[in-house]
């Protein structure tokens, strides 16, 4: 199975701020990640699929890079809502596979 | 409005079987790849199980391999999940997910609320 390594676990920011987090793949995924937001006691919301394409209705603050095994979710701008959990996943084989997630807090 | 409904979810002791439903609506069901994943309590994502469009593919998480059988009756724009042999490692909020294409390769898009399994004594 293809692993999936997220860091930090957790990121303390502030409202205004500017974060990135990491993904990195136990081998080439050929950028088929996805960047998922969950907020407590909430859904999962897609928020990036093919490594840097961002979901419908989902705003630019949030941008998406990589290739390979190596990818970042930036989010600029840091508003209340968008402290959460944020999980990337490969969906390039099965069985598709989530990162352990970062916690955004404030 | 595109939606997926769970519903089955509910309290089952270890070893007895539950089915889930997710009910889907604006979109057409039967041109998508279809999901399940669950979350335990306090834990990650796990993805369960992927279906095609047609049936035609099916794969499961090793954890509930053998257990757990996934299928969609596209005719009523649903998707199931019969699980068997529960365990109390199988307790969590189970999601059903649209996936962006009809087969494999591709990103979910739309989640639903999740209905939650309880395995206990």
């Known amino acids: 199975d293809i692993q999936m390594t997220q860091s930090p676990s957790s990121l303390s920011a502030s409202v205004g701020d500017r974060v990135t987090i990491t993904c990195r793949a136990s081998q080439d995924i050929n950028n088929f990640l996805a960047w998922v937001q969950q907020k407590p006691g909430k859904a999962p919301r897609s928020l990036i699929y093919?490594?840097?394409s961002l979901q419908p209705g989902v705003p630019s603050k949030f941008s998406g890079r990589g290739s390979g095994t190596d990818f970042t979710l930036t989010i600029s701008s840091l508003q209340p809502e968008d402290f959460a959990t944020y999980y990337c996943q490969q969906y390039d084989r099965y069985p598709y596979t989530f990162g352990q997630g970062t916690k955004l807090e404030i | 409005e595109l939606q997926l409904v769970e519903s089955g979810g509910g309290l089952v002791q270890p070893g007895r079987s539950l089915r889930l439903s997710c009910t889907a609506s604006?979109?057409?069901?039967?041109?998508?790849?279809m999901h399940w994943v669950r979350q335990a309590p306090g834990r990650g994502l796990e993805w369960v199980s992927g279906i095609y469009w047609n049936s035609g593919n099916i794969a499961y998480a090793d954890s509930v391999k053998g257990r757990f059988t996934i299928s969609r009756d596209n005719a009523k724009n649903s998707l199931y999940l019969q699980m068997n042999s529960l365990r109390a490692e199988d307790t969590a909020l189970y999601y059903c997910a649209k996936d962006m294409g009809m087969a494999q390769d591709n990103a979910f898009d739309i989640w639903g609320q999740g209905t939650r399994v309880t395995v206990s004594s």
């Open positions: 604006g979109f057409t069901f039967r041109d998508y790849a």
């Open positions: 093919a490594a840097s």
